[in-house]
C-alpha cells in the first residue's frame, strides 16, 4: 500500500482506531505520516468550523497547544499565497525559539520540500508559494501599529508581560491591522491565568474557545510525567490551572487580586533605587518547601519595587546559602532580610558560610505569613509597590493569601510571597512593620 493510501486508510478510522494502528506502525512509516497533521491531532487541536474572528485554545500544560498553533498557520500559508500572518509572542525571543524554531514550532513540522525560508534578521518566514508571517514581540505594542496581516497567531498571551494595558494593547494594535483578505481570523493558545487579556477573550461574541486539559493528549506524553503530575499536583488549585486548564479566578478575601497586581505592574522601574533588600524564607528542610529568594528596592519616589525572583526549590542549605549570595551580589543589595523561626543560628551560620560579609539581618516571625503580609497589602492598595516585569509564581502565591490567616494557592507555602513580605517590610514599614498579632 502506498504512502498516501495509507494515509487516506487511516484517516477513515475512528480515533481510538486510528491512535492503536498509528502505534502498530514502524518507526519509518510513522515518521513518513507525522506532517498528516489529521491523523494525530485530537479534537482540541483542529479548529473549529464557523465564520469566526477568534480562536481561544486555553488549556493545560502538554496539551498541544502550540502545535495546534503551528499547524492552523501551516494550512493557512498552503491554501493562501496571498496570506500575511502575525506571528505574536511574549517577546520575539519566545516567537522564535517556541513558535519558529521549537519542537513543535512552524519549521519542524513542515512538510519536507515545503519548509519556509526563515530570515532572523527580518523576522519573517515565507513559503514557496507567497504566504509571509513576521514574528512580533506582544512588550512591543506600538510595532503592532501599522502593519497590515490577514491572519494571526498569537502564543501564551496570559503570559504577555509589561505594564498595566501593554497586553491589551498590543492585542488592539493587531486586531486593528487585521484587515487583509476577505476572512481576517486569529487563533491564540495559551495556559489559563486570570489576567484582564484572557478574561475579555473569553465574554467576546466572535471567539471560539477550546476548553482541555493536559490529559487529553496523554497518549503522546511520557507515561512517567502523566504519573508525576497526578501526585504532585492532583486536584490542587495550581494543578486545576496548569493541568485541566481551569480559569481560577480571585478568592473570596484574597488579601492580593489578579487586577491590582496587573495595576501594579511596569516594564522598566520609573525611578532610580536608594536601597535594594532582598528578602528570604529559609526551608524547614532541603526535602520540603523552596526557599523564597526575592529581590525588592526602594526608589527615589519612595515606591517599593519588586526586580526579581530568585527562588529555588527543594535544594540543600548550601545551595539555597549559595543563591542568597549570588543574588545579593548580582543586585548589589544592601540588605538580607531572612526568617530565623527555623533554627536562627543554623541560618545565620549557612549564610556566612556562603558569604561572609552578606549584610545580614534574621528576623523572627510571632504571627502567620497571611496576617503579616496584610500591612503589605495595604501598601499595594495605596499604589507604593510596583512589579517590575512578571512574576507568575509569586503572584499565585500572593493571590492565595486570604484575609485571617488561611493559604490557598500553590504548593503547601507560600514562600516567594513571605520572602516579598519581609523585603517590603524592612524597605517601606520599618518599626512599623514588625509581625504583630492583627485583630481584624
Not at 525588592?296 to 535544594?315: I, Q
Request: proline letters at 7%; a positive charge.
Amino acid at each position: 500500500m502506498a504512502r498516501i493510501d495509507r494515509g487516506a486508510y487511516l484517516a477513515g478510522l475512528d480515533p481510538p482506531e486510528r491512535r492503536a494502528a498509528l502505534v502498530r506502525l514502524p518507526d519509518r512509516e510513522r515518521q513518513a505520516l507525522r506532517t498528516h497533521w489529521h491523523l494525530w491531532a485530537h479534537d482540541g487541536q483542529i479548529a473549529p468550523p464557523g465564520d469566526w474572528l477568534g480562536w481561544l485554545i486555553m488549556a493545560g500544560r502538554g496539551f498541544g497547544k502550540t502545535r495546534a498553533g503551528a499547524e492552523w498557520v501551516r494550512l493557512v500559508a498552503r491554501d493562501d499565497p496571498e496570506a500575511r500572518i502575525a506571528l505574536v509572542g511574549a517577546s520575539l525571543v519566545e516567537a522564535r525559539s517556541v513558535m519558529v524554531e521549537g519542537e513543535s514550532g512552524l519549521l519542524a513540522i513542515a512538510p519536507r520540500g515545503d519548509r519556509p525560508r526563515f530570515e532572523p534578521s527580518k523576522r519573517l518566514l515565507t513559503w514557496s508559494n507567497g504566504a509571509q508571517a513576521t514574528l512580533y514581540s506582544a512588550g512591543e505594542p506600538e510595532s503592532l501599529r501599522g502593519p497590515q496581516h490577514s491572519h494571526a497567531w498569537c502564543d501564551e498571551i496570559a503570559k504577555w508581560g509589561g505594564p498595566a494595558g501593554q497586553a491589551e494593547m498590543a492585542w488592539d494594535n493587531l486586531l486593528l491591522g487585521l484587515r487583509l483578505g476577505s476572512r481576517p481570523q486569529v487563533a491564540a493558545t495559551t495556559t489559563p491565568r486570570a489576567v484582564p487579556l484572557l478574561q475579555r477573550l473569553l465574554k467576546h461574541p466572535d471567539v471560539v474557545v477550546t476548553r482541555g486539559s493536559t490529559f487529553d493528549n496523554q497518549s503522546n506524553l511520557p507515561t512517567r510525567f502523566i504519573r508525576a503530575v497526578r501526585r504532585e499536583y492532583g486536584k490542587s488549585r495550581l494543578g486545576r490551572q496548569e493541568l485541566d486548564g481551569k480559569l481560577i479566578l480571585d478568592l473570596p478575601g484574597a488579601l492580593w487580586t489578579r487586577a491590582g497586581l496587573e495595576a501594579a505592574r511596569e516594564a522598566a522601574p520609573s525611578a532610580p533605587p536608594v536601597r535594594i533588600v532582598i528578602g528570604v524564607d529559609p526551608p524547614a528542610s532541603a526535602a520540603g518547601d523552596a526557599c523564597g529568594i526575592v529581590v525588592c528596592a526602594l526608589g527615589e519616589d519612595g515606591v517599593g519595587r519588586v526586580l526579581a525572583d530568585a527562588t529555588v526549590a527543594k535544594a540543600s542549605p548550601e545551595r539555597w546559602a549559595r543563591a542568597v549570595a549570588q543574588a545579593a551580589h548580582a543586585w548589589q543589595a544592601d540588605r538580607v532580610v531572612a526568617e530565623a523561626n527555623q533554627g536562627g543560628a543554623m541560618v545565620e551560620s549557612v549564610l556566612r558560610a556562603a558569604d561572609i560579609a552578606l549584610p545580614l539581618r534574621l528576623v523572627h516571625a510571632s504571627t502567620g505569613k497571611a496576617a503579616r503580609a496584610e500591612p503589605v497589602a495595604a501598601l499595594y492598595e495605596a499604589g507604593r509597590v510596583r512589579h517590575v516585569g512578571q512574576f507568575p509564581q509569586l503572584e499565585d502565591e500572593l493571590c492565595g493569601l486570604i484575609a485571617g490567616g488561611r493559604y490557598e494557592g500553590p504548593g503547601r507555602s507560600p514562600d516567594r510571597a513571605d520572602a516579598l513580605v519581609w523585603a517590603m517590610t524592612e524597605l517601606l514599614l520599618g518599626k512599623r512593620g514588625q509581625p504583630r498579632v492583627w485583630l481584624g
